[in-house]
């Protein structure tokens, strides 16, 4: 069974600090997809970034990076210069692909607030 | 067009109505999903539909009742709700993983907020 764990369920951080959202994950597939998920009050979820188990590669997108390791299981992301409108819900999310869909887990999400 | 849509944004309703909820996307995603999501809890996944067939069905009542009428439609019929199915529904499709090297996202729609009295 898959499991994705979001420790932090909330966080307030001050307009244009840096803020690293955790995110641990456990399976026993060896090929899947990780991905971090925006939900603002109006309730759509919006893709931010995604990582395959094959590439540990950190990267950089804009005000977003994302800490990929295999060792520790763990996909952490980072929101740069935080800005009021990054005020949301983030999900982390463990992808595994069968056929022609998706199944999806879910972290419980981690409420971020930012601060003006 | 890379938009799911979902209709209507709200909906009461008592315990002995039959309503629908919808879902559209043109974006020629052969998978579609219905999760519900309470609050502040992560989003659950319900059913999925994959080439306009039932692939998933996650022990889900039967007072939910999911249809696939073509590849661009999701509807989910609900009989005889209980005020604990109140919640936010979402819709979402994707690509067929085998087709895009497997790194997809779902796109979500924006959800129905269902308020069962």
């Known amino acids: 069974a898959q499991k994705v764990t979001q420790a932090q369920t909330e966080i307030s951080v001050v307009e244009k600090e840096d803020v690293t959202l955790d995110c641990v994950y456990e399976t026993r597939d060896t090929t899947y997809y990780l991905f971090w998920y925006k939900q603002p009050p109006s309730g759509e979820l919006v893709f931010l970034i995604r990582?395959?188990?094959?590439?540990?590669q950190n990267e950089i997108s804009g005000r977003y990076s994302w800490n990929f390791q295999k060792s520790t299981s763990s996909f952490n992301f980072t929101i740069t210069a935080s800005q009021v409108v990054d005020s949301a819900v983030y999900f982390c999310?463990?992808?595994?692909?069968?056929?022609?869909?998706?199944?999806?887990?879910f972290g419980i999400g981690t409420k971020l607030q930012v601060i003006p | 067009d890379t938009e799911v849509t979902q209709t209507p944004k709200h909906l009461v309703m008592g315990m002995t109505n039959k309503k629908s909820l919808k879902c559209e996307q043109h974006m020629g995603h052969r998978a579609m999903y219905w999760y519900k999501q309470k609050a502040k809890k992560p989003p659950e996944l319900m059913f999925v539909?994959?080439?306009?067939?039932?692939?998933i069905n996650e022990s889900v009542p039967s007072r939910f009742s999911p249809e696939c009428p073509n590849s661009s439609l999701l509807n989910l019929h609900l009989h005889a709700l209980q005020p604990e199915d109140s919640a936010l529904y979402l819709c979402?499709?994707?690509?067929?993983?085998?087709?895009?090297?497997?790194?997809?996202?779902?796109?979500f729609g924006p959800g129905t907020r269902l308020t069962v009295l």
């Open positions: 990582r395959n188990s094959f590439d540990e």
């Open positions: 999310a463990l992808t595994l692909n069968s056929g022609g869909y998706q199944k999806v887990t």
């Open positions: 539909y994959s080439y306009e067939k039932l692939s």
């Open positions: 979402a499709s994707s690509q067929e993983p085998g087709l895009a090297g497997g790194l997809i996202e779902q796109f």
